[in-house]
């Protein structure tokens, strides 16, 4: 039986201080606008139920007006009762906004086992049975199969 979720855990949690429930807003603020915009604003504080937001200009300012409601909804679904009632916004210079880090490349793919290898002997282009290798060796890397299942060449294939 599934425990009822209690969407007001992070109010009892992080509620109780100031300080804690602006922490909290501050985590959540980037799941709350994105990634993008939230490197291009800054939550500087919470004053009586109205979260304050550093934007760089009158523009941003007017972008974030018109998307109060979802912000707030958002905010909501992280924060619950510690929630702030409403956004305002500041126009100011912003800390050094930090550059968007690249993804991690992707782990290289772990080589096939040999009964796969056996198997993809059958494929007659060898630019089709190479990609089929690569992505089964991808898929395999991924799940954590290492050509010990019921794949090709084994006892139950």
């Known amino acids: 039986m599934e425990r009822p979720r209690d969407p007001d855990l ?55 007006l018109r998307l109060r409601g979802d912000i707030l909804s958002r905010l909501r679904s992280v924060a619950g009762a510690a929630a702030p009632r409403g956004l305002g916004f500041v126009a100011g210079e912003l800390a050094e906004i930090p550059e968007a880090a690249p993804p991690p490349p992707p782990a290289p793919a772990p080589p096939p086992p040999a009964a796969l290898v056996e198997a993809a002997r ?30 090709p060449g084994s006892a139950a294939g």
Do not use: C, M, N
């Open 10 to 64: 992070a109010a009892r949690l992080f509620g109780a201080r100031p300080e804690h429930t602006l922490a909290l807003l501050r985590a959540a603020w980037p799941a709350a606008v994105g990634p993008e915009l939230a490197r291009r604003t800054e939550v500087v504080a919470l004053d009586r139920g109205i979260l304050r937001v550093k934007v760089p200009d009158l523009r941003w300012q007017r972008s974030l």
């Open 122 to 151: 059958a494929i007659p282009d060898p630019d089709v049975q190479a990609r089929f290798l690569a992505a089964a060796s991808r898929y395999l890397g991924r799940f954590g199969g290492h050509g010990g299942g019921a794949g």
